[in-house]
């Protein structure tokens, strides 16, 4: 599997840089096939993550207690923009401090659900971003993705797996 | 030095064009009250266990109170001004801090709670 890690330009501004992946030779980023897939259904919810995001980039930055921490495997910094109980939707990312969000994807939280992995959608988006966050870590240690100031990542942004 | 492909999504574009402004202004509103008590706690050096004692609360509840998703009641707001020392209403008078005296009332308000929550 391949994964490209760029920009979202129109999301990123002074306080954080926002970032999505595409997968493989998708024309769509993970979030933005996130935002296709539940938009019909949960128009309000895109409306109110896209605007979460848009204050977090350009007003309050990628403060911690905005997310949902440790949904990912110990230290890999995956997590979950934070829903409310009675929300529908759960948005993974890998957040990089307050100034850098890596946006996978996700799915509906259906209220019958206590862990992730009772949903194969949510678990699947999940499992992505943690093989992500573990290539990233990877390449940071090889030192061929590295950080060219603190709003961004630079380098050899083509994350590929071995299968 | 090679940056990230930036990406411009047509999606991403028409959304965030079509958010009300209302939403836009209630979200702000809430993100903002979230980061301003966050910061009351961190100046103050409460984790958000000793701040949820405090309150009467569950740390989760507190979670969700500085997610941005919360909306508090009034009375709520009122309570978190007079534990932490600060203004969040306009229509509440600004506190006027005095660091002496804040030592003092931070132990008197963890006893009075550990009085009150251990019986």
């Known amino acids: ?163 | 030095m090679n940056r990230a492909r930036k990406h411009t999504g047509v999606l991403i574009s028409s959304i965030k064009e079509g958010i009300p402004e209302k939403t836009k202004e209630n979200i702000s509103k809430r993100m903002g009250r979230a980061a301003q008590i966050d910061d009351a706690l961190r100046k103050r050096g409460f984790t958000n266990q000793e701040f949820a004692y405090m309150m009467g609360k569950k740390p989760s509840e507190i979670s969700r109170w500085l997610s941005g998703t919360h909306n508090f009641t009034t009375e709520t707001l009122w309570e978190i001004e007079r534990v932490l020392n600060i203004q969040i209403l306009t229509s509440s008078k600004p506190y006027e801090v005095h660091e002496t005296d804040l030592k003092a009332y931070i132990v008197c308000e963890i006893e009075k709670a550990f009085e009150k929550y251990s019986k």
């Not at chain 1, 390449?139 to 050899?156: F, P």
């Open chain 1, 1 to 163: 599997m391949k994964f490209e890690i760029v920009e979202l330009s129109e999301l990123s501004g002074s306080k954080a840089t926002i970032y999505s992946i595409f997968m493989d030779d998708d024309n769509e980023t993970l979030f933005e096939n996130f935002m296709v897939e539940n938009l019909r259904e949960f128009p309000d919810e895109i409306n109110s993550i896209v605007e979460t995001l848009n204050q977090i980039s350009t007003k309050f930055g990628a403060r911690r207690h905005f997310f949902k921490e440790n949904e990912g495997k110990l230290g890999d910094l995956v997590c979950a923009l934070y829903d409310s109980p009675n929300s529908n939707l759960r948005l993974y990312c890998i957040r990089f401090g307050t100034t850098v969000i890596l946006l996978g994807g996700g799915g509906h939280k259906l209220k019958s659900i206590r862990a992730l992995q009772e949903s194969e959608k949510l678990k699947s988006e999940n499992y992505i971003l943690r093989e992500v966050s573990e290539l990233i870590f990877k390449k940071m240690k090889e030192k061929q993705i590295y950080w060219i100031n603190e709003y961004e990542l630079g380098g050899d942004l083509i994350l590929e797996t071995d299968e």
